[in-house]
């Protein structure tokens, strides 16, 4: 099969381009709706690289509409579904382009924190656990192993960084002061569900999901809205469960096979990155592809 081609950037005549991140560009369709592609661009410790991953922005856009689909009774989210493509972009070469990876949503109100729920001691936290035996603030017990389950899943709340720089956890009380007391207890609990209703579906295709980020906006009448993406592997830490164990960091379905790569560069991890060989670039974009045809079937 010939591999798709990849989209590293987008430009539509007839939107107007509201802002590019990471990886996604967003358009404003008009007062209440956006479009949102989600390109191949690839980011690694917060510089985005200069090499896509090709597909990997459908794969992206697949996984995310279906947890959305899969996790709609636990809060509402930000799909537009009735609304197509067609009826927002009238060039067919631009639509060609976009399919399978371009969404349309509700213009939301964005909060801001970002919801992280860890399962599993990895990462960041693993790191800070060595170090500290404290968790974003939360105090563990003695001798927990690199990649264990945790004795009860954390909510670490952190704030959103912008392009470059580096997000950083917060504490509860810290998350009240920025958005209040009852809705930051109200995204506690609506993260925590979420993840646990998706680690064990997961767990059943053969995925563990060590940990996870969610992102929340708010409508005018002040509703809680699911957005951004949705328990992918750019947004959290998937395991084949087939070859977990403690003591290591597992093999993972996500991004960690571009990390590893660079890690191994004399890289000072500030711009520009240096590029991908063809062979990671590939074996990257399988790993995606992987993670959607476990968990979607």
């Not at 493509?85 to 009238?90: A, E, P, T």
């Not at 264990?148 to 956890?169: C, M, N, Q, Y």
């Not at 947004?235 to 096979?257: E, L, M, V």
Request: net charge positive.
């Amino acid at each position: 099969m010939n591999a798709p081609e990849a989209v590293y950037e987008t430009s539509l005549k007839g939107l107007a381009l509201k802002t590019r991140g990471k990886v996604r560009d967003i358009y404003e369709i008009d007062d209440s709706l956006m479009l949102i592609v989600t390109t191949d661009r690839i980011s690694a410790f917060d510089v985005v690289l200069s090499d896509p991953i090709p597909g990997k922005g459908r794969v992206l856009t697949a996984l995310s509409n279906f947890w959305f689909d899969r996790l709609r009774g636990a809060v509402q989210n930000h799909l537009c579904p009735a609304i197509r493509l067609d009826h927002i972009v009238s060039d067919e070469s631009e639509r060609a382009q976009l399919r399978g990876r371009a969404i349309v949503v509700k213009k939301l109100r964005p909060l801001p924190i970002e919801a992280i729920v860890r399962g599993y001691l990895a990462g960041s936290a693993w790191k800070e656990y060595q170090t500290s035996g404290i968790v974003c603030g939360i105090k563990l017990p003695a001798h927990l192993p690199q990649a264990g389950k945790l004795p009860e899943t954390l909510f670490t709340p952190s704030t959103k960084a912008d392009i470059g720089d580096h997000d950083r956890s917060i504490s509860i009380e810290q998350t009240a002061a920025l958005i209040g007391k009852d809705l930051g207890e109200q995204i506690r609990a609506v993260s925590l569900e979420l993840y646990a209703r998706a680690a064990d579906y997961a767990r059943q295709r053969g995925i563990i999901i060590a940990d996870t980020k969610f992102e929340f906006g708010l409508d005018q009448a002040g509703a809680l809205y699911w957005i951004d993406e949705a328990l992918t592997p750019d947004s959290s830490r998937f395991w084949p469960a087939d070859q977990y164990r403690t003591g290591i960091s597992p093999p993972s379905f996500d991004k960690q096979f571009v990390r590893d790569y660079l890690e191994s560069l004399r890289w000072n991890k500030r711009p520009p990155a240096p590029r991908l060989p063809a062979a990671v670039i590939a074996k990257t974009a399988e790993k995606y592809r992987e993670a959607e045809r476990r968990l979607t079937g």
